[in-house]
């Protein structure tokens, strides 16, 4: 039973990493990559789908990226989304594809990039505290445990999440240091 809620725990330690890792990807730092463009949605015949299922996006150059939709007739669509998207992008349309180059950022631009990282950063943190929370009462709530058994599994459940939190931490330094530096 403990080692289920051990378990649990460390999965749920996982995916709260994982979803920090997914939105910092989407932070830009000055340099073209096909994932910047993946919260763009893009009305494919009547339903909103992801960007990366109805077109290929590539990497031109460093401030290039080209999104080259597999129905021709989605050029103008794909735009449209691209504009519209929060990203700050100006596509262009040169009808088979689409254009996407990256602007620059500028110092202030950096550092709210970096707040919103850190802030990112923190959810992920209060995610992984979460998953301590629900696994402590779970412990607590087995009979017939022994408090040096109940003790030992509760150090596991920190030890767990103090490792995640570097995990997080570590990420997040490494995305720091990419968005300061830039291209």
Known sequence: MIDEILQDAEEHYAHAIEAFRREANKLRTGRASPTL?????VDYYGT??????????????ARLLQV?????????AIEKAIMISDLGLTPSNRGEVVLVPIPALTGERRREMVKILKSE????KMSI????RDAI???????????????????DVQDGVDAAVKRVDAAAGEKEAEILKGP
């Open 37 to 41: 463009l993946d919260s763009v949605r």
């Open 48 to 61: 909103a789908t992801p960007l990366n299922q109805a077109a290929n996006v590539t990497v031109v150059d």
């Open 68 to 76: 080259k939709p597999w129905d021709r007739k989605m050029v103008a």
């Open 129 to 132: 505290r979460s998953g301590r």
């Open 137 to 155: 009462d779970l412990l607590d709530t087995i009979e017939n445990l022994s408090e040096d058994d109940l003790h030992r599994a509760k150090k």
């Open 121 to 124: 950063a923190e959810k992920a």
